[in-house]
């Protein structure tokens, strides 16, 4: 078996929308993909630029459960893409990016283990691209940036293993903090520290409130 490790954004789940919108801007231009119109929970529409199992029919969620999503984004070259991804430069565009895909998108709009918050999880689809998430910074800015910009309130790296490495937690970003951890023994003791973003306008870094609440 393969490796499959994923990088993994918590926040509220009124900013679901507002990810997905900001995660449609980062796909690649010109793609022959059809819009996808996809309906979550609440009954709020929006169409995105990617596949869900590789159709592009209409999705349901308004009932809750998950939405699956075939992603591709465009992520800025770094010496670890080089190695473990990029084996053709006329892949890479006139800015220095290139197209990375599929990611494999699970949206869990209310996860058991943290009801209060939804989940977005995107795995990797290859063991080399594995191993990129894991060594690019590009990469792993890319997913500290959405969490940021969509109002999210924590980022982690799964690498298949009982511990998880905090890329992002509550307005900053982290490096060499895990959970378990000598912060955090427990995966409950962070999603209690999870502060929700207080927003002003269309800037959801302008300050973190208090804690959601928590289950179990």
């Not at 800025?76 to 990611?103: C, K, P, Q």
């Not at 980022?155 to 307005?171: A, H």
Request: glycine share 8%; aromatic share 10%.
């Amino acid at each position: 078996m393969g490796l499959d490790y994923s990088y993994e954004i918590f926040m509220p789940p009124r900013n679901v929308v507002r990810a997905l919108t900001r995660l449609a801007e980062l796909a690649p231009q010109g793609r022959d993909t059809p819009p996808l119109p996809v309906t979550l929970p609440g009954g709020e529409q929006l169409t995105v630029p990617f596949t869900s199992n590789f159709k592009s029919e209409p999705v349901d969620c308004s009932a809750g459960g998950t939405l699956e999503l075939d992603t591709s984004i465009v992520i800025g070259v770094d010496d670890a893409m080089r190695e473990f991804f990029l084996r053709d430069s006329n892949r890479v565009d006139e800015r220095g990016r290139v197209s990375v895909g599929y990611i494999y998108l699970t949206v869990r709009f209310t996860p058991a283990w943290h009801p209060n918050f939804a989940s977005l999880q995107f795995t990797a689809a290859t063991s080399s691209m594995s191993r990129m998430f894991v060594q690019s910074a590009s990469v792993r800015k890319v997913f500290t940036d959405l969490t940021a910009t969509s109002g999210g309130v924590c980022c982690l790296l799964d690498t298949e293993t009982d511990v998880f490495d905090i890329c992002w937690l509550n307005g900053e970003t982290f490096s060499g903090e895990t959970v378990p951890g000598a912060r955090f023994s427990r995966f409950h003791d962070l999603v209690v520290a999870w502060r929700e973003p207080v927003e002003n306008g269309d800037d959801a870094r302008t300050g973190y409130g208090i804690p959601g609440p928590v289950n179990g």
